[in-house]
């Protein structure tokens, strides 16, 4: 788990990784972090450039101290999620939600405020991720990666840039049904209801 302050601190410290745990671990994922040096020699820009460009940045308050407002009431019922449990980590603001009829089945949200070039201290640190893949979700960019591929046993990760400074990460981890096999649409869906979570403010 050496990996970027990542998915979990960072000047980033770089970035969340979505590291594969054994199992569920009561809603608490293994991001594994990497240093901040790590992403600032990485970065050819040298000021976080190197993300495409979030074309409208979000209002971000409401989440940058409390990672369960990323989705609002009605989201989660469409998704199926019960209401998040909070957790603080040293990457920022998480949060848990489980499937109502599933508790097996989770995601975890992560507003990663210990990074502060956004998108683009994933795209610095993209060596030390198994998979990384470009990507956008309602028109925002956004890269599926992790420390580790786990897409086949349930996992996903997915950092979204929601402003030239904030990324966050959302990652899948489902024992059953369809996102057990194909986890990556599930945190997809997740990314889109958030998006359309902050438009509305």
Known sequence: MNRRLLA??????AVLAVVGCTGKTGG???P???????SS?????????SAPKVPSPLNTASITSDACATLSASARATLGLGEGTPRTTSNGPSCTFQEAD????????TTVTANKNGLSDVYDTKG?????????????????????DDRSSGKCGLFVGVTDELSVNILAQYDHGAGA??????????????????KEG
């Open 102 to 109: 599933d508790p097996g089945n989770q995601i975890d949200v």
């Open 41 to 49: 020699s990485d970065s050819s820009g040298g000021g976080g450039g």
């Open 181 to 198: 096999s194909d986890p990556c649409p599930v945190v997809a869906k997740f990314g889109e209801a958030m998006i359309q979570t902050l």
């Open 8 to 13: 979990v601190p960072a000047v980033a410290f």
């Open 28 to 30: 608490t994922p293994n």
């Open 128 to 148: 030390n991720d198994a998979y990384f893949e470009e990507t956008q979700i309602s028109g925002y960019p956004g890269v599926y990666a992790a420390a580790l």
């Open 32 to 38: 594994a972090p990497t240093s901040a040096e790590t």
